[in-house]
T-cell receptor, first 113, second 114 residues
Framework: SQQGEEDPQALSIQEGENATMNCSYK?????LQWYRQNSGRGLVHLIL?????REKHSGRLRVTLDTSKKSSSLLITASRAADTASYFC?????????????FGQGTILTVHP | NAGVTQTPKFRVLKTGQSMTLLCAQD?????MYWYRQDPGMGLRLIHY???????AKGEVPDGYNVSRLKKQNFLLGLESAAPSQTSVYFC?????????????FGNGTRLTVT
C-alpha cells in the first residue's frame, strides 16, 4: 500500500474557510513534502518539512509533522477558489541514492466562491 | 524559464505500437524521473536517472525503457504498448537526489492504448 495516505479523500468548503488535510505514513521518514495539482497539470511543490521539524509556514499554508504519530497536516487558511486542486503528501524514507518519494492518493479540495 | 517540458501532451496508440515520450528540463538538474498517475493509485515511479548516461528502475519498470543521453533530456519508451499502460505520464527533475530537494514536474502526457 502507499506510504502516505491522505484524509479526507475529498473536501468541499466555502471561500474564506480554512481547509485541513491530513497525511499518515507507516515507516520512518527523512522528510515529508506536500504538492498541489491543478486539473490537467503537473504537481507543484508547496512545502518540505524535515523529520526534526514540527511546523512550517509558507504564506497561507501551515504544515505540521508529528513523527510519533507518523502523521502530517496541511492547513490552508482563508481559502480561495483558486486553491481548488488535489493535494498530495509525499514521503522520503532515506536509504537511497536518489530522491525517491512515495506519494499518497491525494485529497481533492473544492473551494466554492 | 520553461522548467520541465513534456511532449506530446496527448497520444492514442493501438496495442503493440511503440512510442517515445520526451522530457526536457532547463534547470541543469542532475536527477530526472518518470512517474505514471492512475486513478486510486497515486503516482508510481517507473524509471529514474541520477545523471547523464545513467538510468535505473523504479517501482513499475516493466514494459518501459529509458535513456538519458543528454543531461537535459530524459526519454521514456514503450516498445509494445498494452492497454494497461493507459495512464498519465509525468516527468520530474530535482537538483539533488537525497529527497531534500523538491521535484519539478512537467504537465504530463495523457496516453490511451486501445
Amino acid at each position: 500500500s502507499q506510504q502516505g495516505e491522505e484524509d479526507p479523500q475529498a473536501l468541499s468548503i466555502q471561500e474564506g474557510e480554512n481547509a485541513t488535510m491530513n497525511c499518515s505514513y507507516k515507516t520512518s521518514i527523512n522528510n515529508l513534502q506536500w504538492y498541489r495539482q491543478n486539473s490537467g497539470r503537473g504537481l507543484v511543490h508547496l512545502i518540505l518539512i524535515r523529520s526534526n521539524e514540527r511546523e512550517k509556514h509558507s504564506g497561507r499554508l501551515r504544515v505540521t509533522l508529528d513523527t510519533s504519530k507518523k502523521s502530517s497536516s496541511l492547513l490552508i487558511t482563508a481559502s480561495r477558489a483558486a486553491d481548488t486542486a488535489s493535494y498530495f503528501c509525499a514521503t522520503h524514507a532515506g536509504g537511497t541514492s536518489y530522491g525517491k518519494l512515495t506519494f499518497g492518493q491525494g485529497t481533492i479540495l473544492t473551494v466554492h466562491p | 524559464n520553461a522548467g520541465v517540458t513534456q511532449t506530446p501532451k496527448f497520444r492514442v496508440l493501438k496495442t503493440g505500437q511503440s512510442m517515445t515520450l520526451l522530457c526536457a528540463q532547463d534547470m541543469n538538474h542532475e536527477y530526472m524521473y518518470w512517474y505514471r498517475q492512475d486513478p486510486g493509485m497515486g503516482l508510481r515511479l517507473i524509471h529514474y536517472s541520477v545523471g547523464e548516461g545513467t538510468t535505473a528502475k523504479g517501482e513499475v519498470p516493466d514494459g518501459y525503457n529509458v535513456s538519458r543521453l543528454k543531461k537535459q533530456n530524459f526519454l521514456l519508451g514503450l516498445e509494445s504498448a498494452a492497454p494497461s499502460q493507459t495512464s498519465v505520464y509525468f516527468c520530474a527533475s530535482s537538483l539533488r537526489g537525497e529527497g531534500n530537494s523538491p521535484l519539478h514536474f512537467g504537465n504530463g502526457t495523457r496516453l490511451t492504448v486501445t
